[in-house]
């Protein structure tokens, strides 16, 4: 059970709420679920069972596993930890944003109401309820809303451009240190202390889905805002861009190519029965996934009802989601307070897990690879405090005046869709080609008692890696330089430090090849043979032990 909470905890989180639903309205409403369905069964699961079962069958983190299965492969998992490292350094900041507009939430009036406030300007033009048809002969073309200044003016303070880092706000500082301090506290020891904390940062997050989901169907205008997010426009299917977003999304919320799922299962006992845990929670993923967008549009909807105007105007996605559009609907309610915190409350639960089931399968993946040092005394606690301390002074820069600038070149490089893309094409082509398919079955069976369905084996074989393969060399051929709100393009080293946190942890794997290529003794045939042969430490299967 524990296992199964830690991975809902961590793949179910933050893009689930603010990035599946608007991809689905933006892609031909009810028909982008063909694409997204196709991709779920074609890669998710497939890859989904793949890591969790060879964690679950090696009792090893995601380095350590890699190199037992084919060592030629290590460096995924060296290449992976990298990106699960940058993706804390950066994921953390959203919830030191969440944690700021949740202390905000307890006031007489929401700070993002109203323009009596000292940050506003103006031009600020408060949007009052029932303005009706009558809202374009008020608001001028240059006026600004209450809670975008709240957002850009108070939590961010933000510059004209990325060479204007300006000052750290020692507000946000100090809601990421409180979030550092939480995270810390969640893994310090280890996957035990973990498995109790994922009973409540997994479960109430449903708990706030489902009232906000009940309060959001109640408002006037909920029902148009359902229409618009499940519309469906057959003609989007013809975009290629569609299933571009389809197969990204799968890959994000699904946490596939990164470690993370490797190392819960690596804690798992042997007979467990992870192809039955594997449907159930990428059945999970998706149902709560299809749900929020009934929760968040419900609410869009109530907002363009009560400004008089269209939905699209009103749909964001991502940070501007969560922090303007929401924030504006919550103001317009009544009890704003109340849903207010309840909203943040499920944020900062949705980003939390993931954040700390991230760390601890990069504690794993250290830990496994020296285990007579780390598992003596402290030691591992102390490590934990190193990376956490160390990250936490990474991110001060994300909480600079023009801290956000720094936080898009992470979100948008650090966890690339094309190096995800990559790793999924290795890993499916080493377990279904060098390790061979048949033997992977055969563990899996030793494991539960029976084979998963043969479809899975033919999709690793042959289905997941073409589709990757040509889903990521669409990606180079449309891939597009970052662009700040899509208008103001970074320096050339901003662009030069965005491809380091993509390059620093995919070349890792053609530069393991190299490297392990060139150190190992024999011909080169020698060689390739000894490094694509599992470990003699691995179980045996029932097959084997029957022919010894």
Not at 450 to 475: D, E, G, H, N
Request: charged share 10%; glycine share 8%; aromatic share 18%.
């Amino acid at each position: 059970m524990e296992f199964v909470l830690a991975v809902a905890g961590h793949i179910v989180g933050l893009g689930n709420v603010w990035r599946f639903p608007y991809l689905c309205y933006k892609n031909g409403g009810g028909v982008f679920f063909i694409p997204y369905v196709l991709f779920l069964f074609t890669c998710g699961i497939p890859l989904f069972l793949l890591e969790t079962s060879l964690g679950q069958f090696t009792s090893q983190g995601s380095i350590t596993c890699w190199r037992k299965i084919c060592p030629l492969f290590e460096g995924m998992g060296y290449g992976s930890q990298v990106v699960v490292l940058y993706s804390s350094i950066y994921y953390i900041i959203i919830l030191a944003w969440a944690f700021f507009y949740l202390f905000s939430s307890f006031s007489t009036e929401l700070p993002w109401a109203s323009c009596r406030n000292s940050w506003n300007t103006e031009t600020c033009v408060e949007f009052d309820r029932n303005i009706g048809s009558h809202l374009n002969l008020t608001i001028g073309a240059n006026s600004t809303s209450p809670v975008r200044e709240f957002w850009e003016r108070r939590v961010l303070n933000l510059t004209g451009d990325i060479n204007q880092l300006g000052s750290i706000r020692w507000e946000l500082a100090l809601c990421l240190l409180l979030s550092w301090i939480i995270c810390y506290f969640c893994i310090w020891k280890g996957v035990k202390s973990t498995g109790k904390v994922v009973y409540f940062t997994a479960t109430f997050p449903y708990v706030m889905l489902v009232v906000l989901l009940i309060r959001g169907l109640t408002l006037p205008g909920a029902m148009d805002g359902i229409k618009f997010y499940l519309y469906p426009d057959p003609a989007r299917l013809a975009d290629p861009q569609v299933w571009m977003d389809a197969g990204t999304q799968i890959f994000y919320s699904y946490a596939i190519c990164i470690g993370c799922l490797m190392a819960l299962g690596s804690y798992n006992k042997y007979d467990n029965n992870c192809y039955k845990d594997c449907v159930y929670l990428c059945l999970l993923n998706s149902g709560t996934s299809f749900v929020a967008g009934f929760a968040i549009f419900s609410v869009l909807g109530f907002m363009a009802f009560e400004q008089g105007t269209n939905i699209a105007s009103v749909a964001e996605s991502g940070p501007g989601l969560a922090f303007i559009a929401y924030p504006r609907a919550v103001a317009m309610m009544p009890f704003p307070q109340l849903w207010a915190v309840f909203f943040f409350v499920m944020i900062i639960l949705l980003g939390l897990d993931s954040e700390f089931v991230g760390l601890e399968a990069l504690m794993t993946a250290i830990s496994d690879m020296y285990p007579e040092f780390f598992q003596i005394g402290h030691r591992r606690k102390q490590l934990l405090l190193v990376i956490c301390v160390g990250s936490f002074f990474i991110g001060l820069v994300m909480v600079t005046d023009g801290g956000l600038y720094i936080f898009q070149l992470f979100d948008y490089y650090a966890c690339s869709g094309m190096t995800l893309l990559l790793f999924a094409v290795l890993q499916s082509v080493c377990v279904g080609w060098v390790y061979g398919a048949e033997l992977f079955y055969d563990n899996i069976e030793d494991m539960i008692g029976y084979r998963p369905w043969p479809l899975i084996k033919y999709c690793l074989k042959y289905v997941t890696p073409v589709v990757c393969a040509a889903t990521f060399v669409f990606s180079i051929v449309k891939h597009t330089p970052l662009k700040f709100n899509n208008t103001f393009e970074y320096p050339w080293w901003g662009y030069a430090i965005g491809w380091w946190f993509t390059l620093s942890s995919t070349l890792l794997v053609p530069l393991w090849m190299l490297y392990i290529l060139c150190v190992t003794p024999g011909s080169l045939r020698q060689r390739i043979s000894t490094l694509c042969t599992p470990s003699e430490h691995l179980p045996l299967s029932k097959v084997h032990k029957s022919s010894l």
